[in-house]
């Protein structure tokens, strides 16, 4: 192919000004250039092991154990060549993609080596300038873990700032499991715990599944005290972190759907307990439940949508139709791998939909309603009718094929022929979005920012998305690889994020309180859990409440610029602070100061109807700061226990200095009483949550 006609592809597979990019990066030339490079056609590479280096061959033949090596990331990959063979690949490089292939080039030697679809390439001097195929990333498992170096925090507040990316809260026990094990190995463990007790299984334990309508006020809002639970207490903490961040996402609220819906409060659980059975699992089946989950479809209005009516004029609703490509799959703009938005001839960001792809998507989620096949009882009712009402508003939605359009469906290029059943319409609708090339990135980039950092980079964001688009086996969407990638990621454990003024992210409110409660202990003296969290008053609202944002964009957008900040002149995003306002910022304060001391209020009607008189003047939930009273006499190791085990060690020598004089001045003693001691840690906590290094995290 002649150069002319090599460059036009290149531009015409939109590299623009990336192109260019990566030749810089590369040092330029034509053995830079990804589009020489890899010509036209990469799959069709030759076979050619027998041009591997020795050692690196035997690596390769090495039989590969499945219960001793899983198949490597293409980043391990091209580390272990790195690290074993400088000769041919020296100095760490950063990876690039075109078309398909993650690769990187190392200018000292002409050589590169990449991965496609599974595949292992290389092409220089090493390989004869031959782009040729040495083999499977699953042929050199053995290999490279073989040689890998076990990734090992240096110290407590590296295994501490990793447990608070990755769960709710550090605890002395978990920062030496986390040292011990290293990040891998122990974020390996958490996600093979088993799924815990479900929400719905928790309300039902409670006997809310058997309130009659007589009783229906005390089983509203039974939710709030569920979700509460869940986070201060269940077991698998990363599983039940990741679905909290899943919720944001993929978003259904409570106040949506409670005045739409009986048994809302069982609803709202069953969604909670989707992203939990999901969350860990693959995208796709995740997608797939959401879009069948009866809350769901009570939100965005896929319950009860029925097809077209020319007589009538009627139309599918189209809510859910464009929430799912805006919000949960592909988002407004064409984008490269990397998440950045790919540009047209006019240099404007490329749409990926139109709003007649949104009608005719529509078309798919007709015909959709409760399964009702266990009967609906009218209330009162005997318990056991009760508990089949609820399962209704918690089984999967079911179709009724006369209410759905039998028209074509055409979108994002796919045709849907006219009269193809409910079903398989829905599967090559969700199989669309799957594979669509906008979904890795665009999904990459929020899941970094609810975890780790609000303004995560390009590259950070590609990697994300190349774990999401294969997971080492070849499988696309496995959501359990790519929590790994985010937590794992050298952006996230590396120590030159924290120097970096960009990086890192605002606490969210309902992630403090509920750090806040597993780092103390939390617990309930009656075991009902029942808190009253506000908002009750103007001043005291924590104005964050899980399962509960104000629309389906969620708390804050992911886009969100604070205005005329430092962040505005670069266009750095940070989304929590779109939340976070003069009002907001002396809540938490007096909320925090609230619960600190005594703990958490309950909602003393229900207490009063359930549980009779309520102990402890209200406070049922209450923490244990017996570790914290125990240092009291020493304000200097308790303000380092509630640095490292709050805040991953972050605080500065200033701000440590200022909290330890603050406490000195309380005179605390040994033989102080009790209520004075409690309310000396209580300060030394409100002094530590409540200061802006705190409040960023890093």
């Known amino acids: 192919m002649r150069e002319p006609e090599i460059a036009d592809q290149a531009l015409t597979r939109s590299l623009g000004l990336a192109a260019a990019a990566m030749l810089a990066a590369c040092g330029g030339g034509e053995s830079g250039d990804p589009a020489r490079a890899f010509g036209d056609n990469p799959s069709a590479a030759q076979s050619r092991p027998d041009l591997l280096p020795g050692a690196l061959a035997a690596g390769r033949a090495r ?45 000292g030697t002409g050589n590169y080596v990449g991965v496609l679809n599974g595949m292992v390439l290389i092409l220089g001097p090493l390989s004869d300038n031959t782009l040729a195929t040495v083999g499977s990333l699953q042929d050199f498992a053995a290999a490279v873990f073989a040689t890998a170096p076990v990734r090992t925090p240096q110290s407590d507040a590296d295994a501490a700032r990793l447990l608070l990316q990755a769960q709710f809260s550090a605890s002395p026990t978990e920062i030496a499991e986390v040292r011990a094990l290293g990040y891998e190995r122990w974020l390996d463990a958490q996600l093979a715990l088993p799924n815990s007790q479900s929400g719905c299984d928790w309300l039902a334990s409670r006997g809310y599944d058997r309130i009659d309508t007589n009783e229906l006020f005390f089983a509203q809002g039974t939710q709030v005290h569920m979700i509460w639970y869940q986070l201060f207490q ?6 039940r972190r990741w679905a909290l961040a899943l919720s944001e996402i993929f978003v259904v609220s409570w106040r949506g759907i409670k005045d739409v819906m009986n048994w809302d409060n069982f609803a709202i659980a069953e969604y909670w307990d989707l992203l939990c059975r999901h969350g860990l699992g693959n995208y796709r089946e995740l997608i797939a439940a959401l879009t069948l989950n009866p809350a769901m479809g009570a939100f965005l209005s896929t319950r009860g949508n029925a097809r077209e009516d020319p007589a009538t004029g009627r139309l599918p609703d189209e809510n859910y139709a464009r929430e799912l490509m805006q919000l949960f799959t592909i988002g407004l703009v064409q984008l490269n791998p990397d998440g950045t938005p790919r540009l047209g001839a006019d240099g404007r960001p ?75 319409s829905l599967a090559i609708a969700l199989d669309t979005l799957f594979n669509h090339p906008n979904t890795g990135p665009f999904l990459a980039r929020q899941f970094i920012q609810r975890l780790v950092t609000g303004n995560p980079s390009p590259a950070y964001v590609a990697r994300v998305a190349s774990a999401f688009a294969n997971n080492g086996r070849g499988v696309r969407g496995d959501l359990r690889a790519v929590l790994k990638a985010v937590l794992l990621d050298d952006e996230a454990r590396g120590a030159a994020s924290l120097a970096a003024p960009g990086f ?3 606490r969210e409110p309902m992630m403090r309180l509920a750090q806040w409660g597993r780092t103390f202990r939390l617990r309930s003296l009656k075991g009902s859990w029942k808190a009253n969290f506000g908002p009750w008053n103007p001043s005291r609202d924590l104005g964050q409440y899980p399962l509960d944002p104000p629309s389906v964009f969620s708390f804050f957008r992911p886009g969100y610029v604070p205005p005329g900040t430092p962040m505005a002149q670069s266009g750095a995003t940070a989304p929590e602070f779109q939340i976070v306002n003069e009002t907001t910022v002396a809540t938490w304060a007096n909320t925090l100061i609230d619960i600190v ?43 380092q226990r509630l640095n ?26 040994a033989d102080s009483n009790d209520d004075f001691k409690r309310i000396h840690v209580a300060r030394a906590i409100v002094f530590v949550m409540c200061c802006p290094e705190y409040l960023v995290q890093r």
């Open 234 to 239: 269940s077991p698998d903490a990363v599983r």
């Open 644 to 669: 490292l085990l709050l805040c991953a060690g972050q605080l500065s020598a200033g701000m440590v200095d200022l909290i330890v004089q603050s406490l000195r001045a309380d005179g605390i003693r």
């Open 504 to 506: 890192g992210k605002l």
């Open 350 to 424: 490329i749409e990926s939909y139109t709003a007649d792809d949104v009608s005719q998507l529509a078309r798919v989620f007709t015909g959709y309603d409760h399964d009702y096949s266990a009967g609906w009882f009218t209330n009162p009712a005997p318990p056991h009718q009760r508990v089949a009402n609820v399962q209704a508003s918690r089984r999967p939605m079911v179709v009724d094929e006369s209410k759905h359009s039998t028209l074509p469906k055409s979108f994002l290029g796919v045709t849907i022929p006219a009269s193809t059943p409910a079903a398989a």
């Open 63 to 107: 039989p590969l154990a499945a219960q001793d090596f899983r198949v490597p990331t293409p980043d391990e990959l091209f580390a272990f060549a790195e690290r074993q063979y400088a000769q041919f690949f020296p100095t760490p490089q950063v990876n690039q993609v075109w078309d398909g292939i993650v690769y990187r080039y190392y200018a």
């Open 597 to 639: 001391y005594n703990g958490l209020w309950v909602s003393s009607p229900e207490v009063a109807y359930f549980d009779g008189p309520s102990p402890t003047d209200g406070h049922d939930i209450v923490p244990d700061y017996s570790a914290e009273i125990a240092l009291i006499t020493d304000p200097v190791a308790l303000v």
